[in-house]
Nanobody
Framework: QVQLVESGGGLVQAGGSLRLSCVAS????????MGWFRQAPGLERELVAA???????YYADSVKGRFTISRDNAKSTVYLQMNSLKPEDTAVYYC???????????????WGQGTQVTVSA
């Protein structure tokens, strides 16, 4: 079992920045690939960024150049640095863990409870 707890969400103006954190406990964190997903009201959950145990990264086109995913295995923590935020980034952001880097929600085995990010115009 892996338990994931996100933090760092909040309200920010367009153009601002936020850093999300996700602390993992349970199974060996360093062997998991980690992903950040988001879900806005009425929309499907989508992958924002993912990082493998070997630090291979993946980004959705909509966030490339603005968001950065990173991990600190010593702290069992994965981060999502979000810069140049836009109103369309508003969503609940979820941290998730899988055995290998993946893009579909069904490929992730463990999920956090989510943290709200709201970007005002």
């Amino acid at each position: 079992q892996v338990q994931l707890v996100e933090s760092g969400g909040g309200l920010v103006q367009a153009g601002g920045s936020l850093r999300l954190s996700c602390v993992a406990s349970g199974r060996t964190f360093s062997r998991n690939s980690m992903g950040w997903f988001r879900q806005a009201p009425g929309l499907e959950r989508e992958l924002v960024a993912a990082i493998s145990w070997s630090i291979t990264t993946y980004y959705a086109d909509s966030v490339k150049g603005r968001f950065t995913i990173s991990r600190d295995n010593a702290k069992s923590t994965v981060y999502l640095q979000m810069n140049s935020l836009k109103p369309e980034d508003t969503a609940v952001y979820y941290c998730a863990a899988s055995r290998s880097i993946a893009t579909m929600p069904k490929e992730y085995d463990y999920w956090g409870q989510g943290t709200q990010v709201t970007v005002s115009a």
